[in-house]
């Protein structure tokens, strides 16, 4: 049993990497530029919308695939 646990743990996780949307003005600064995640996974940007209008990304949030099929439907 430990043999087939050990396995299983010696195998590498398939990862992405996603880069954040760009800013809505060139002249703003981003905090994230890409985070690296399961392959499985998926990405929710958190903007923030500033008093002109633009928007940046500030925050993110890891989702399960299923989660995001449900989001879009």
Known sequence: MSSIVS???SQPKQTKVVYAPSA???YLLTSI??????ADRGV?????ELPDGNRVVT???????????????
């Open 7 to 9: 396995s299983i743990d």
């Open 59 to 73: 925050d993110y949030k890891i989702i399960h695939k299923q989660e995001m099929k449900r989001n879009h439907q």
């Open 44 to 48: 929710e940007w958190k903007w923030l």
């Open 24 to 26: 809505s003005d060139s």
């Open 33 to 38: 530029y890409s985070i690296e995640i399961d």
